[in-house]
């Protein structure tokens, strides 16, 4: 039976570029924020997560960067970042540049990966100008990254301040890109916990446009509920 794994949760440090590394273990990679660490424990043979608290897209550059040479063993990258970035109330021209720096870096770390960036759910505690920074940012993220879809808001829990996901949202979360994934054929799943999507709708994802199957994948979350 495959081992049950744990999100990697990385120190919370002031100095981030000098005190976070990474180490790539898994041809299935996952970095991000402090959320990740809220994923509950998975089987996965093939999957790594690091969840690095507080970090932004620049961190998250820094930290691909400082890698000795590029690694070909890597097949698919999720960046799981951006909130920070939006909290930070960062203007769009520096989302936007973050985060083609980003992608540039990814592309060079990783030469041989899928790298994939999801979109941000927003939590209605957030003020008028943080929504409007995060729609800001998740259109700059379909426009220019291959994107993985937000959860739906009605399954998007927080621990009470609108940022840290419960360990539910977080399973539900993985889930979700899991199973968008698997709709490209870019992810192989060890264990398979709820139905899935029927090959007539993979079809009708792989021969849509970028924003037809963003659509697409807010009408599947309710197609294909996970338990």
Same mark, same amino acid.
């Given at each position: 039976?495959?081992?049950?794994?744990?999100?990697?949760?990385?120190?919370?440090?002031?100095?981030?570029?000098?005190?976070?590394? =990474? $180490?790539?273990?898994?041809?299935? &990679?996952?970095?991000?924020?402090?959320? #990740? %660490?809220? *994923?509950?424990?998975? @089987?996965?043979?093939?999957?790594?997560?690091?969840?690095?608290?507080?970090?932004?897209?620049?961190?998250?550059?820094?930290?691909?960067?400082?890698?000795?040479?590029?690694?070909?063993?890597?097949?698919?990258?999720?960046?799981?970042?951006?909130?920070?970035?939006?909290?930070?109330?960062?203007?769009?021209?520096?989302?936007?540049?973050?985060?083609?720096?980003?992608?540039?870096?990814?592309?060079?770390?990783?030469?041989?990966?899928?790298?994939?960036?999801?979109?941000?759910?927003?939590?209605?505690?957030?003020?008028?100008?943080?929504?409007?920074? =995060? $729609?800001?940012?998740?259109?700059? &993220?379909?426009?220019?990254?291959?994107? #993985? %879809?937000? *959860?739906?808001?009605? @399954?998007?829990?927080?621990?009470?301040?609108?940022?840290?996901?419960?360990?539910?949202?977080?399973?539900?979360?993985?889930?979700?890109?899991?199973?968008?994934?698997?709709?490209?054929?870019?992810?192989?799943?060890?264990?398979?916990?709820?139905?899935?999507?029927?090959?007539?709708?993979?079809?009708?994802?792989?021969?849509?446009?970028?924003?037809?199957?963003?659509?697409?994948?807010?009408?599947?979350?309710?197609?294909?509920?996970?338990?």
């Amino acid at each position: 039976q495959t081992p049950v794994q744990q999100p990697l949760r990385h120190i919370n440090s002031n100095r981030k570029a000098s005190d976070w590394h =990474i $180490r790539i273990r898994k041809p299935q &990679v996952i970095l991000g924020d402090s959320n #990740l %660490s809220k *994923i509950p424990s998975f @089987r996965d043979e093939n999957l790594q997560i690091d969840s690095f608290p507080g970090a932004n897209m620049d961190h998250l550059n820094e930290l691909m960067r400082k890698l000795v040479k590029p690694d070909i063993t890597v097949k698919v990258l999720i960046l799981s970042v951006g909130l920070n970035n939006c909290h930070n109330r960062n203007q769009e021209a520096t989302l936007k540049k973050c985060l083609l720096k980003l992608l540039k870096q990814a592309e060079s770390s990783f030469p041989c990966a899928s790298v994939h960036i999801p979109l941000l759910n927003i939590h209605t505690s957030f003020d008028r100008v943080q929504q409007a920074s =995060i $729609r800001g940012f998740n259109e700059l &993220v379909v426009q220019k990254a291959r994107f #993985l %879809s937000e *959860i739906s808001p009605l @399954r998007f829990q927080t621990q009470g301040d609108g940022v840290h996901w419960t360990p539910s949202t977080a399973r539900q979360i993985l889930e979700h890109w899991r199973d968008q994934l698997n709709c490209w054929g870019e992810y192989r799943v060890i264990r398979l916990p709820s139905p899935r999507i029927q090959t007539s709708l993979t079809s009708a994802l792989l021969s849509a446009s970028p924003l037809s199957s963003r659509n697409f994948w807010r009408e599947a979350s309710h197609m294909s509920p996970l338990h």
